[in-house]
C-alpha cells in the first residue's frame, strides 16, 4: 500500500470514528459521558485537519474546542446540578420563566434567520475563491484572511451566540440558587 493510499484510508478512519462519535455525543443521556464523546469527535476531526496538512488548523480544532469548550459545557453541567441519569434537578420552571423561555426562543429563531439569510445572500453575491492547496494552506496567515475578511459575519455570529450561551448558564444558575433559596 503506497502512503498516499494509507492517507486516504486512515482520512477515512478519522472521519468515521468522528461521525460516530458524533452520534455517541448526541444519543448518551449522562451529560458528562456526552462531553467525553464530543472531545473525541473534535480530535477525530483535528486529526482530518493534520491528514490535510492543515496543522494549524487542527492546533486550534484541540485547544479552543476540545479545550475550552468541552470545560465550558462540563462547567455548566456542574452548576445545572446534574444527577447520574442526566436529568436535571429544580427543573420546573415558574410562569415568567416560560414567558422568558418563550422570549429567548423567538429571539433565537430571529437570530438564526438573519445570520443564515446574511450569510447566504453573501454566497449567492460574492462566491468564495477556493484557495490552492499549496503552501499556506490550513496556515495562521490564511485562516485569518478567512475569518477576518470573508467569514467575517459568521465569525462574529458565531462569537454572539457563544456569548448569549454564557449568559444563559450564569441566568440559569442563579434561578437554581433562587430556587433552592441560597440567594443571589
Known amino acids: 500500500m503506497t502512503g498516499t493510499h494509507a492517507a486516504e484510508w486512515l482520512f477515512y478512519a478519522f472521519a468515521a470514528l468522528a461521525v460516530f462519535s458524533g452520534l455517541a455525543t448526541i444519543t448518551r443521556r449522562n451529560p458528562v459521558v456526552a462531553a467525553v464523546w464530543l472531545v473525541l469527535c ?3 476531526v483535528a486529526g482530518c485537519y493534520v491528514l490535510l496538512s492543515a496543522t494549524f488548523l487542527a492546533a ?3 485547544l479552543v474546542y476540545a479545550g475550552a469548550l468541552v470545560v465550558l459545557f462540563v462547567f455548566v453541567i456542574m452548576v445545572l446540578d446534574v444527577d ?3 436529568a436535571a434537578k429544580h427543573r420546573g420552571p415558574s410562569t415568567t420563566a ?3 423561555y418563550a422570549a429567548a426562543v423567538t429571539a433565537g429563531a430571529g437570530v438564526l434567520v ?3 439569510g446574511g450569510t447566504l445572500a453573501r454566497q449567492v453575491a460574492i462566491p468564495p475563491k477556493p ?3 499549496g503552501a499556506g494552506f490550513g496556515s495562521a496567515e490564511s485562516v485569518g484572511r478567512l475569518l477576518f475578511g470573508h467569514n ?3 465569525f462574529e455570529a458565531v462569537s454572539l451566540l457563544l456569548l448569549a450561551a454564557v449568559i444563559g448558564a450564569v441566568v440559569v444558575a442563579r434561578s ?3 430556587h433552592v433559596g441560597e440567594g443571589p
Do not use: K, N
Request: no cysteine; hydrophobic share 60%.
Open 42 to 44: 473534535f480530535v477525530a
Open 60 to 62: 486550534i480544532q484541540v
Open 84 to 86: 447520574d441519569s442526566g
Open 98 to 100: 416560560t414567558l422568558g
Open 114 to 116: 438573519w445570520v443564515f
Open 131 to 133: 484557495l490552492p492547496a
Open 152 to 154: 467575517l459575519f459568521a
Open 176 to 178: 437554581r440558587r433562587e
